[in-house]
C-alpha cells in the first residue's frame, strides 16, 4: 500500500511515454490514453505496458472461444450448498464457522472443502465433525493468490453453491438467502466491499483507467455500481447453470499472473467478468458496516466488515427500519471484539472518509453507531453467540487437532504471529491517560490530528536552528476564529509561532498576538508544565510593546505522550498541513477535514500499535526510521 500521509508520485519519463503511446497505439488498433492507465499501486504505467499486448491478445481470444464452448449438462450438478477451500491454515476458522453455522444457526445445508491435496486425515476428520465434506481438487498444485476459488466452486457438486471464505461468519441462515426472490430471479448475489473508485488509496480495481477494464473493452459507468464500487469477494451465491460463462471468464482471468498482479488475487473478478459478459447479478444496494470494539482508549477498533440484507425483505427488519445483518468477514482469531455495528451515509459509488485504522466514531459525519446493546438486544445477542461460539470451536478444534499433527503441521495451523498482531487491542493507554488528565487542566491535546504534529515539527525545526519555512496556510487556525479545544496548547504554540512568522505583515502579526491572548487564560494553569514551549506566553502577551517573542521554543520531548514522543523532535519532510487543510469552504475559509483521515499518522509514530496498522504509513522513501526518528526492533 502506498503512503498514506505523503504523496506518492510517480514520473514517467517522456520517451517512456512515446514508446508507450506506440505500443498502445499499435496493440490496440486504436490510441489509448496510456497516461491514464493505472495498474496497481505496485506496478508503474512503464512497468505495466510491456504485458499489455500479450494479455490483450490473450483476452481476445479467449472471449472469443468462450461464445463457443460447450455448455454443462443439466445434469452435470445439482442441488445447493455451500462451498469453501484452503489449506492448513484455514481450518481452525473453518471449524469456527461451521460451528457457527450448524449450532447457532440450525443450517443443514452440505458443505465442501476443497484443497489442493494440503490436508491431511486429521483436518478432514475434523471437518467432517462439523458436517463438511473435504474434497481434493484433481489437479494438484501449487494455488498462489486464492487460485483454489473458482476451480472449487466450479468442481463443486453444487449447481447452486454459495461461497464461503474461511473466515466469514453468517449471522443468518443460508438457505433463506438461496430462497429469496433476489436469488430465484438473478441467480447470483453479490456484495460491494468499502471502497468505491474515487477513494484512494483504496478502490483501485474499481477506477474508471484501471487496465482490466481497458482490456475487457468496457467503458468505465460510475453510475453503475458494478464499475463504481470493488466487490466483497467472502462471500457470495451463484447458479453454476445459469451464470457458467463469467465463472469461466473470471477462472480465466484469474489463472493470469498479471492478472492476479493488478486485482490482488481474485478480488473483483467476479464482478468484472458479470460486467463483460452482461450477465444479470442481483448486488447489494447497502454499503457495508463495520462491527468492532472500542479499545481502553476510546477509539474504535473496526474489528470486522458487516454485510446487510435490505430492511423489509427475506429477513425482515430491525429496529428502526434498519437492514439485516447476514455476514461477517473477518474473524481470524479467536477475540470478542464485535460489540457494537457502525454504519455509514455516504452513499454506495461514493468514498467514505473512513480509512482502516481505529478512529472516535463520533468525529465522522457519516457514521452512525448502532449501540446494538440498547437498541437491539435480538442483534446484540445473536452476534454475541456466533462470537463466543466461534471461539469455543476455534479452542475446541485445535485441541483436538494438534495431537494428531506432526510438529509441523501445528506450525501450520495458526496464524503467524505477526498476521495475529493486527487484533490484539493497542496497548496504548498511557498515552491516553496522560492526554485525559491533561485536558482538564487545559492542555490535553487531540495528536490525531496531524496538524499539531506539523506544528511540532515547525517548532522542533526551530528548536535544531533552523529557518523553516511554512506553507501560506499555516497560521490561518489562529488568524481566524476557530474552535481551538482539540488541542489549547497546540494553537497557543502556533500563535507563538505565527505572531513571529508573519512580522512582515504586521496587522497579521497582531491577530497572532491577539489570538495568544486570547488563548492565555485556556492555557496558563499548565503553561509552565507543558512540554509545548509556552514559558514565556504570559509575558509576551502582557507586554504590549513587544513584538518579538524569542523563545525559547524548547520541546521537551520525554514529556509528551510516548506515541508523540517517539517522533520529536519531528521531520518536517514527513508531516505537513495537507490533511488538516484538504478542504475550502465555499466562502474561502479553511475548514478541518473529517478528524478520521488524520488520525492514521498519529499511529505511525504509536509504537504500542501493532505494526500492521502503522504499515500503511510509510513506503520505501518516508520510512518509519526518517519519519519517526527511531530504530524499529
Ligand atoms: C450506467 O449505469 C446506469 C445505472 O445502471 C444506467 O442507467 C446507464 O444506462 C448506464 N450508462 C451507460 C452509458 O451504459
Ligand atoms: C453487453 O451490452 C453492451 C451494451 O448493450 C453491448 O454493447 C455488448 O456487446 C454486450 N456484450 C455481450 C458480451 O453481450
Ligand atoms: C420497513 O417497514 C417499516 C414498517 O412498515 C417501515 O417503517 C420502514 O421504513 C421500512 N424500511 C424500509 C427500508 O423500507
Redesign the pocket.
Known amino acids: 500500500m502506498a503512503a498514506h500521509c505523503m504523496p506518492a508520485v510517480h514520473h514517467l519519463g517522456s520517451t517512456t511515454a512515446g514508446l508507450l503511446a506506440l505500443c498502445f497505439t499499435m496493440c490496440f488498433g486504436k490510441a489509448v490514453d496510456f497516461e491514464d492507465i493505472f495498474c496497481s499501486d505496485g506496478l508503474t504505467p512503464a512497468e505495466c505496458a510491456p504485458f499489455l499486448p500479450s494479455e490483450q491478445r490473450a483476452i481476445s481470444s479467449f472471449l472469443q472461444d468462450l461464445q463457443r464452448m460447450p455448455m454443462p449438462k443439466p445434469s452435470s450438478f445439482q442441488g445447493r450448498g455451500i462451498v469453501m477451500s484452503g489449506g492448513p491454515m484455514h481450518v481452525l476458522q473453518a471449524l469456527a464457522n461451521l460451528a457457527v453455522l450448524r449450532e447457532q444457526l440450525q443450517s443443514d445445508l452440505p458443505v465442501e472443502f476443497w484443497h489442493a491435496f494440503e490436508l491431511e486425515e486429521a483436518h478432514c476428520r475434523a471437518l467432517e465433525r462439523r458436517g463438511a465434506t473435504c474434497r481434493q481438487l484433481q489437479v494438484p498444485g501449487v494455488y498462489r493468490d486464492f487460485q483454489t476459488i473458482l476451480p472449487s466452486i466450479m468442481s463443486s457438486s453444487f449447481k447452486e453453491v454459495l461461497w464461503m471464505d474461511t473466515d466469514l461468519t453468517l449471522l443468518q441462515r443460508p438457505e433463506l438467502l438461496f430462497e429469496s426472490p433476489q436469488f430465484r430471479r438473478f441467480g447470483a448475489l453479490l456484495w460491494p466491499d468499502h471502497w468505491s473508485f474515487d477513494c484512494r488509496p483504496w478502490g483501485q480495481s474499481a477506477r474508471s483507467n484501471h487496465v482490466v477494464l481497458k482490456l475487457l473493452d468496457l467503458?468505465h459507468?460510475a453510475?453503475?455500481m458494478l464499475h463504481a464500487q470493488e466487490q466483497e469477494t467472502g462471500l457470495f451465491l451463484i447458479n453454476k447453470e445459469v451464470h457458467w460463462k463469467p465463472i469461466c471468464l473470471a477462472n480465466f482471468m484469474a489463472s493470469r499472473d498479471f492478472f492476479t498482479l493488478v486485482l490482488h488475487g481474485n478480488k473483483d473478478l467476479l464482478r468484472l467478468a458479470f460486467a463483460k459478459l452482461n450477465n444479470s447479478v442481483w448486488l447489494s444496494p447497502l454499503r457495508p458496516g463495520l462491527i468492532g470494539g472500542f479499545m481502553s482508549n476510546g477509539l474504535f477498533l473496526p474489528a470486522s466488515m458487516v454485510q446487510f440484507w435490505p430492511a423489509n425483505g427475506t429477513f425482515g427488519t430491525g429496529p428502526n427500519g434498519r437492514a439485516v445483518p447476514v455476514f461477517l468477514h473477518q474473524k481470524k482469531v479467536p477475540g470478542n471484539l464485535w460489540v457494537d455495528i457502525l454504519t455509514f451515509t455516504t452513499p454506495l459509488g461514493t468514498c467514505s472518509p473512513y480509512f482502516p485504522v481505529p478512529f472516535h466514531p463520533h468525529t465522522m459525519d457519516d457514521i452512525l453507531s448502532w449501540r446494538i446493546e440498547r437498541t437491539d438486544l435480538d442483534l446484540a445477542n445473536r452476534i454475541s453467540i456466533a462470537d463466543v461460539t466461534w471461539d469455543e470451536a476455534y479452542a475446541e478444534g485445535r485441541r483436538s487437532l494438534r495431537p494428531l499433527l506432526s510438529e509441523e503441521s501445528q506450525a501450520m495451523l495458526e496464524p503467524k504471529k505477526a498476521e495475529q498482531e493486527a487484533y490484539v487491542q493497542p496497548e496504548d493507554t498511557d498515552d491516553f491517560v496522560m492526554i485525559a488528565q491533561e485536558e482538564g487542566a487545559g492542555c490535553g491535546c487531540d495528536y490525531n490530528d496531524n496538524f499539531f504534529l506539523y506544528v511540532l515539527s515547525v517548532v522542533s525545526y526551530l528548536q535544531l536552528g533552523y529557518e523553516s519555512s511554512v506553507k501560506d496556510d499555516f497560521c490561518e487556525p489562529i488568524l481566524q476564529e476557530f474552535d481551538w479545544a482539540p488541542c489549547r496548547v497546540g494553537y497557543a504554540t502556533l500563535a507563538l509561532l505565527c505572531s513571529q512568522i508573519l512580522r512582515s505583515k504586521p496587522e497579521k502579526a497582531v491577530l497572532a498576538k491577539d489570538a495568544a491572548g486570547k488563548l492565555l487564560p485556556l492555557v496558563e494553569p499548565c503553561a509552565q508544565t507543558s512540554p509545548w514551549p509556552l514559558k514565556g506566553l504570559k509575558e509576551f502577551v502582557h507586554d504590549k510593546t513587544r513584538h518579538d517573542f524569542s523563545g525559547p521554543f524548547a520541546l521537551e520531548a520525554t514529556r509528551f505522550p510516548p506515541s508523540v514522543q517517539r517522533c520529536v523532535p519531528l521531520s518536517m519532510s514527513c508531516w505537513d498541513t495537507r490533511n488538516a487543510w484538504q478542504d475550502r469552504l465555499a466562502d474561502g475559509k479553511a475548514a478541518r477535514r473529517n478528524a478520521l483521515s488524520l488520525s492514521a499518522c498519529r499511529f505511525c509514530c504509536d509504537r504500542s500499535v501493532s505494526r500492521p496498522l502503522r504499515a500503511g504509513c510509510f513506503d520505501a522513501v518516508f520510512t518509519e526510521k526518517r519519519c519517526c526518528n527511531a530504530l524499529e526492533p
Open positions: 467503458e459507468n453510475s453503475d
